[in-house]
T-cell receptor, first 111, second 113 residues
Framework: NAGVTQTPKFQVLKTGQSMTLQCAQDMNHNSMYWYRQDPGMGLRLIYYSASEGTTDKGEVPNGYNVSRLNKREFSLRLESAAPSQTSVYFC??????????FGPGTRLTVT | QKEVEQDPGPLSVPEGAIVSLNCTYSNSAFQYFMWYRQYSRKGPELLMYTYSSGNKEDGRFTAQVDKSSKYISLFIRDSQPSDSATYLCAMSDIIQGAQKLVFGQGTRLTINP
């Protein structure tokens, strides 16, 4: 069991470039989540997917889009990266009634 | 005002000390309370999970929830250098299908040998 995996681990983008962060889980979990972590801010929810085929906005969705490709995979897309999106991004998944398990994170720098 | 407040520290204590970490919150709808531990450059890992008010103990760790005061605590007994990490409190209300966690800022803890 790999748990929650994220790719890439690190990424540097220039302002205006686009990229997709990938997340996959092999625990047959129903819901999946994307968070960002900034110094002094804790983790903030960007988007989540309660089940395959559904997605909803979290606390800080502006500038991001998501796709729940299937039950295993949930991707986060930055269409036009901005320096304010420099952060560490975490994906998590959860079985109904259970707790959230987090991936190792993607460190993104936008210059 | 943030929905969940947590003193960011840093907190530095000698090995063997009892550590107390705390969070306050404002949303009375929160029912599920968690403590996550995060080592440097790693993802958060669940340490303790409590539903509603009361205490829960797991080895050297005790979680307390006081819903009347909107206050939660994590106690670490006989602290070890390996406990050095950032501790994040998190909470959520009852949501069908998905659990939208609200996190505190995290407290950076260092246990000195």
């Amino acid at each position: 069991n790999a748990g929650v995996t994220q790719t890439p681990k690190f990424q540097v983008l220039k302002t205006g470039q686009s990229m997709t962060l990938q997340c996959a889980q092999d625990m047959n979990h129903n819901s999946m989540y994307w968070y960002r972590q900034d110094p002094g801010m804790g983790l903030r929810l960007i988007y989540y997917s309660a089940s395959e085929g559904t997605t909803d906005k979290g606390e800080v969705p502006n500038g991001y889009n998501v796709s729940r490709l299937n039950k295993r995979e949930f991707s986060l897309r930055l269409e036009s990266a901005a320096p304010s999106q420099t952060s560490v991004y975490f994906c998590a998944s959860r079985l109904a009634g259970g707790v959230q398990y987090f991936g190792p994170g993607t460190r993104l720098t936008v210059t | 005002q943030k929905e969940v407040e947590q003193d960011p520290g840093p907190l530095s204590v000698p090995e063997g000390a009892i550590v107390s970490l705390n969070c306050t919150y404002s949303n009375s709808a929160f029912q599920y309370f968690m403590w996550y531990r995060q080592y440097s450059r790693k993802g958060p890992e669940l340490l303790m999970y409590t539903y509603s008010s009361g205490n829960k103990e797991d080895g050297r760790f005790t979680a307390q929830v006081d819903k009347s005061s909107k206050y939660i605590s994590l106690f670490i007994r006989d602290s070890q250098p390996s406990d050095s990490a950032t501790y994040l409190c998190a909470m959520s209300d009852i949501i069908q299908g998905a659990q939208k966690l609200v996190f505190g800022q995290g407290t950076r803890l260092t246990i000195n040998p």
